[in-house]
């Protein structure tokens, strides 16, 4: 195998290059592999890895018969994929987000606040609501949000990653941006006077995308890529 040093520079990487890496295992499972950016990024997002204000990542349980996993969400009786967003009120949430971390104070946060839910990778399917109840004695591990319904489209679906996060709701706490000129570094004025929670999708997908996001103050901010990409950014 040639050193790794040897090999050309890629000055404009694409979603679906492959990196070298190692699997982390024992022995022989220590093979040298190929990985997707693509798959690094999910990764990255579905483990919530990367730190967002105000939003955290659960994974859809449908099939809850040997008991609830960490870092799920569930409804009380299981089942639900296919289950239209409308007919989403209660959601049995984990006290562990999808990476492992206990969040169990910091979600205790969201009672009485205006909420977006929305499937990472697919955000068409998505409600906004205000969370009217938390039962925090649902479950050892676990907590019953209960919701009141604002606005909602698509559907639910099992094993998917869902990000929970805080909704301002109103005309001025919401910011689309869109970034037609392909740039690695997207400069955003909002005027929404807070620093907001950032989504970014890749053209001609919902998927998210990675980036570094600088808070100049509470009526501009800065994402930055590893590559440049036109998209939009979708601001709460």
């Given at each position: 195998m040639?050193?790794i ?6 000055a404009k ?9 190692t699997d982390?295992?024992?022995g022989?499972?220590?093979?040298t ?12 997002n579905?483990?919530?890895l990367?730190?967002?204000a105000?939003?955290?990542i ?11 996993e960490?870092?799920?969400i569930s409804?009380?009786g299981g089942g ?5 967003m ?10 562990k ?5 206990i969040i ?7 009672l009485?606040?205006?909420?977006i839910?929305a ?5 068409n399917?998505?409600v ?7 039962d ?6 676990f907590?019953?949000?209960?919701f ?5 489209n698509?559907f ?6 869902y ?19 392909a ?15 950032v ?9 998210e995308?990675?980036?570094?996001v ?5 009526n501009?901010l800065t ?7 036109s998209?939009?950014?979708y601001l709460?």
């Open positions: 040639a050193r040093s040897t090999y050309a520079l890629d990487p694409e979603i679906n290059d492959k990196v070298i890496g982390n295992g024992i022989e499972a220590q093979k592999k190929n990985y997707s950016l693509r798959e690094v990024m999910a990764l990255f579905e483990r919530n990367v730190a967002v105000d939003q955290v659960f994974k859809f349980q449908d099939d809850i018969t040997e008991g609830r960490h870092g799920t409804l009380e639900g994929h296919g289950l239209p409308t007919d989403l009120f209660d959601l049995i949430v984990s006290t987000n999808s990476g492992d971390i169990a104070d910091y979600i205790k946060t969201f009485s606040k205006e909420l839910i499937e990472m990778g697919n955000i399917n998505f906004t609501c205000k969370l009217v109840g938390l925090n004695n649902f479950a050892p591990g907590y019953k949000f209960s009141f319904m604002n606005e909602s698509g639910i679906n099992k094993e998917k990653h990000i929970i996060g805080e909704f301002g709701g109103q005309g001025d706490k919401f910011f689309e941006y869109p970034q037609a000129q740039s690695a570094f997207w400069q955003i004025q909002h005027d929404l006077n807070k620093k907001p929670s989504t970014v999708s890749a053209p001609f997908s919902d998927e995308v990675v980036g570094k600088t808070y100049i103050d509470n501009n994402i930055t890529f590893n590559a440049a990409f998209g939009k950014a709460n």
